[in-house]
């Protein structure tokens, strides 16, 4: 057997490694489920937009790393990967983050043909003039469009409240003149210093052998010379840019989003996963369906079922979230911040605590239900530096003196943003 195995008894669950001679990690679920996904994903995202490579300081246009995204799906045949994919059955699509950028696709059949067309398309970049500048026109128009798209509107009106200089502020399509900027020369640039088979994984969870995918991997790809890619961020202050960011849109109730900010030392790894499990532990504590806060204002009707909570915590960025709809968004807003005062003065409840951990464990064990989650979050692993068959013992490991301490860091009081969405008829 070529491929290293890693496995966790416990969990009956095992995955398949080989770094492959084209200096692709390949990643291997095994598992008999009825669909199967690959992931074929680069460390390169939004948040990409300057580095280093080979001595020599690059400035991309910010909404590259989606144009490119966009553009690797054409090809130079003339062809289209979409229709390609229709011949073997499989539904394929792409993503762009702030931190990666994600070829995927998913199939009940012809598992090894549309791996082949995955691996394939991706690395063989086709960019001319003529195809550029017809992609800044869609690209454009999809930008216009998310101008008026209220989800997307108050996502970024948080992130551009919460950060003053990290690029997670910028809007992952870029706008309309910056995308302007995007020549042929600079998305070869880009691809040639991201796209390079060692700064990528290739993320398979199907009912397939390893050496099935090794044979398509050998067929399809050719070795790169590995490049030292070394990012730029710029420095970011511990407090907010601006507290409150508000557009008015077409919408029916208003919406808000509650950001707040982390500013401990940024970390990676085993201790980002750890950090990830007692942040979403906290913040089922506070905001969770079960908890005093969300059956109070539900009851009250300042919230609805679309109330919701995360935590997204990065290498370079790290932040809490809390959404929804409400008829009285500046209260809700009051609300939340009085509500984590009052655990910073009360401290959370061990039992609740004990409940909470055990569901988040739960919660966890569920992933490996499924090809794409498994996949997916292989991805986030390997590029943090995390092992995903840990997880669930990292969050049974979380003590309420875990917790306690995290709480006590975080969440201080100069560290509270608040978007909102209005109707026209609120506009202030």
Same mark, same amino acid.
């Given at each position: 057997?070529? @491929?290293?195995?890693?496995?966790?008894?416990?969990?009956?669950?095992?995955?398949?490694?080989?770094?492959?001679?084209? =200096?692709?990690?390949?990643?291997?679920?095994? &598992?008999?489920?009825? #669909?199967?996904?690959?992931?074929?994903?680069?460390?390169?995202?939004?948040?990409?937009?300057?580095?280093?490579?080979?001595?020599?300081?690059?400035?991309?246009?910010?909404?590259?790393?989606?144009?490119?995204?966009?553009?690797?799906?054409?090809?130079?045949?003339?062809?289209?990967?979409?229709?390609?994919?229709?011949?073997?059955?499989?539904?394929?699509?792409?993503?762009?983050?702030?931190?990666?950028?994600?070829?995927?696709?998913?199939?009940?059949?012809?598992?090894?043909?549309?791996?082949? !067309?995955? /691996?394939?398309?991706? #690395?063989?970049?086709?960019?001319? +003039?003529?195809?550029? $500048?017809?992609?800044?026109?869609?690209?454009?128009?999809?930008?216009?469009?998310?101008?008026?798209?209220?989800?997307?509107?108050?996502?970024?009106?948080?992130?551009?409240?919460?950060?003053?200089?990290?690029?997670?502020?910028?809007?992952?399509?870029?706008?309309?003149?910056?995308?302007?900027?995007? #020549?042929?020369?600079?998305?070869?640039?880009?691809?040639?210093?991201?796209?390079?088979? =060692?700064?990528?994984?290739?993320?398979?969870?199907?009912?397939?052998?390893?050496?099935?995918?090794?044979?398509?991997?050998?067929?399809?790809? &050719?070795?790169?010379?590995?490049?030292?890619?070394?990012? !730029?961020?710029?420095?970011?202050?511990?407090?907010?840019?601006?507290?409150?960011?508000?557009?008015?849109? $077409?919408?029916?109730?208003?919406?808000?989003?509650?950001? !707040?900010? +982390?500013?401990?030392?940024?970390?990676?790894?085993?201790? /980002?996963?750890?950090?990830?499990? $007692?942040?979403?532990?906290?913040?089922?504590?506070? @905001?969770?369906?079960?908890?005093?806060? *969300?059956?109070?204002? *539900? +009851?009250?009707?300042?919230?609805?079922?679309?109330?919701?909570?995360?935590?997204?915590?990065?290498?370079?960025?790290?932040?809490?979230?809390?959404?929804?709809?409400?008829?009285?968004?500046?209260?809700?807003?009051?609300?939340?911040?009085?509500?984590?005062?009052?655990?910073?003065?009360?401290?959370?409840?061990?039992?609740?605590?004990?409940?909470?951990?055990?569901?988040?464990?739960?919660?966890?064990?569920?992933?490996?239900?499924? #090809?794409?989650?498994?996949?997916?979050? /292989?991805?986030?692993?390997?590029?943090?530096?995390?092992?995903?068959?840990?997880?669930?013992?990292?969050?049974?490991?979380?003590?309420?003196?875990?917790?306690?301490?995290?709480?006590?860091?975080?969440?201080?009081?100069?560290?509270?943003?608040?978007?909102?969405?209005?109707?026209?008829?609120?506009?202030?």
């Amino acid at each position: 057997m070529s @491929f290293s195995v890693r496995e966790n008894e416990y969990l009956g669950e095992k995955y398949y490694y080989k770094k492959h001679k084209s =200096g692709l990690d390949i990643y291997v679920f095994s &598992k008999e489920l009825g #669909t199967g996904y690959a992931a074929f994903a680069t460390k390169f995202g939004s948040i990409d937009s300057e580095f280093c490579l080979d001595g020599q300081k690059i400035t991309l246009p910010d909404g590259i790393a989606h144009f490119l995204e966009h553009k690797m799906f054409e090809n130079e045949d003339g062809s289209d990967t979409f229709e390609r994919y229709a011949k073997t059955g499989a539904s394929a699509n792409a993503y762009t983050s702030a931190d990666r950028t994600v070829y995927l696709f998913s199939a009940t059949e012809n598992f090894a043909p549309s791996l082949e !067309i995955l /691996l394939d398309f991706v #690395t063989h970049p086709y960019f001319t +003039d003529k195809t550029v $500048q017809k992609e800044q026109g869609i690209i454009g128009q999809e930008i216009k469009m998310y101008d008026d798209h209220p989800g997307w509107q108050l996502y970024f009106g948080m992130l551009t409240g919460l950060y003053h200089n990290n690029p997670v502020r910028i809007d992952t399509a870029g706008t309309v003149e910056t995308i302007s900027e995007i #020549t042929p020369e600079l998305l070869f640039k880009a691809y040639d210093a991201f796209y390079n088979l =060692g700064n990528m994984v290739l993320c398979v969870c199907a009912n397939v052998e390893p050496q099935q995918v090794e044979d398509v991997c050998d067929k399809v790809l &050719k070795f790169t010379e590995p490049k030292e890619v070394k990012r !730029i961020y710029p420095c970011e202050p511990d407090e907010v840019y601006k507290e409150r960011v508000s557009k008015n849109l $077409q919408v029916s109730m208003p919406l808000f989003s509650v950001g !707040i900010k +982390d500013n401990e030392p940024f970390v990676n790894g085993t201790e /980002l996963a750890k950090k990830r499990a $007692q942040y979403n532990i906290i913040l089922d504590l506070i @905001f969770g369906k079960s908890a005093p806060f *969300y059956t109070r204002l *539900y +009851d009250e009707g300042l919230i609805d079922s679309s109330f919701s909570y995360a935590y997204e915590g990065h290498e370079t960025f790290a932040h809490c979230e809390i959404s929804g709809s409400s008829n009285n968004p500046e209260k809700v807003y009051e609300l939340i911040k009085q509500e984590i005062k009052r655990y910073k003065n009360t401290g959370f409840d061990k039992d609740a605590f004990e409940r909470t951990k055990r569901a988040n464990y739960a919660h966890t064990l569920r992933l490996f239900d499924s #090809t794409d989650d498994i996949a997916n979050k /292989l991805v986030g692993c390997v590029f943090e530096g995390s092992e995903i068959l840990d997880y669930p013992k990292i969050i049974a490991d979380v003590s309420f003196e875990d917790i306690t301490k995290r709480f006590d860091k975080g969440f201080g009081e100069h560290s509270f943003v608040h978007s909102t969405v209005l109707p026209f008829e609120n506009k202030e």
